[in-house]
Every structure is written in structure tokens, then in C-alpha cells.
């Protein structure tokens, strides 16, 4: 009987990676800025959701729990090469390029200046803008109040505000977000 119910949990991860890997791997991208530790991280983070599967098929949002393991092992990662590099700075400035396409490079001053914010701060953003997650979603995958999301989504449009000029920056960033190649199906 054991054997059926594996089956079945086993059955059931494996829609549940194909429906969500895509999603989360876009996560971890906009998180850290790393378009190659991407998909170690959604990786990484649906191995820890499939040894804890029972629990997580059973929490009442599985899609939120999942985002919230890829925050969290995108902030472990970001801790990680801070400590590495002693300074954000370095670890920011690696690939900086310019272009004379505009399109490109309202999307590169857009993700220079979300580097620039802090980890809570870029995570509301990222979440609320580029995923177009509702507060309450939000604040399940990151695991804070709504009242935090709202604090920090406004506090980091603010300062993107600030750091890419006052015009029309929420719309920058909702255009630039949308370059990074949106998956299909993903909860809200």
C-alpha cells in the first residue's frame, strides 16, 4: 500500500515541478542577478520541497511555500558572496554593460538599480511588479505580514524612484521585468 502513495506523492511532485520550475527559476534570477545560478536555485529549492513533500502538498499555498524557499536560498546566496567579497559593491559591478538600444538599456539601469536595493526591498518589488503577485501572495512567499509588503514594496519603488529619476520609473520596471521572459501558469 506504501508503494501507491509514493506513487502517487511522486506522481503529484512531478506535476507540481513542471507546472512551477520555470517560475521559480525566473525568481531566483531577478533575486540574485544571476541568470546561471538560476536554475541551481530552483533546483535546489524543489529538492527541499520534495524531501519535505508531505508537508508541503498539504500547506495551503505549495506555490507560495515553494517561492519562499527560493528567497530564502537566494538571500543565503547573496549573504554568501557578500562575505566572499567583504563589499556588495564588487559583487554587483561584475557585468556592466551599455548599449545604444534603449530598450536595453532602460532594462539594465532598471536591474542595476534593483541591485542596489536592499533584499526585502527588491523582493516586494520583484514579486509585486515582475510576478504581479498580490500583497497577500507576497507576503506568504516571503514569509512577512502584508503590512510589510506594502512598507517595503512602496519604500523600494521609492527609491527606484530616486534612482532612476522620478519619470515614469514604476513603468520602467514593470517593462523591464516583462523582458525577462515571463513563464506561463504560475499561481496567484
Known sequence: MGT????AASAEFRAFFERHYAELARLAHLLTGEP???DDLAADALLALWHRWDRVRAADHPVAYARG????????????????????????SQREERT????????LDVRTALRRLPFRKRACVVLRHAFDLSEQDTALALG??????????????????????AREARQQVHAAMAHTGKSAGGDR
Open 4 to 7: 501507491v502513495v509514493d506513487d
Open 36 to 38: 546561471d545560478a538560476a
Open 69 to 92: 524557499v527560493v528567497a530564502n536560498l537566494a538571500r543565503s546566496r547573496i549573504r554568501s558572496a557578500v562575505r566572499e567579497r567583504r563589499r556588495v559593491a564588487l559583487f554587483w
Open 100 to 107: 545604444e538600444n534603449p530598450d536595453v538599456a532602460g532594462m
Open 144 to 165: 512577512v505580514s502584508v503590512g510589510t509588503v506594502k512598507s517595503q514594496t512602496s519604500k523600494g519603488m521609492a527609491e527606484l524612484q530616486r534612482l532612476l529619476g
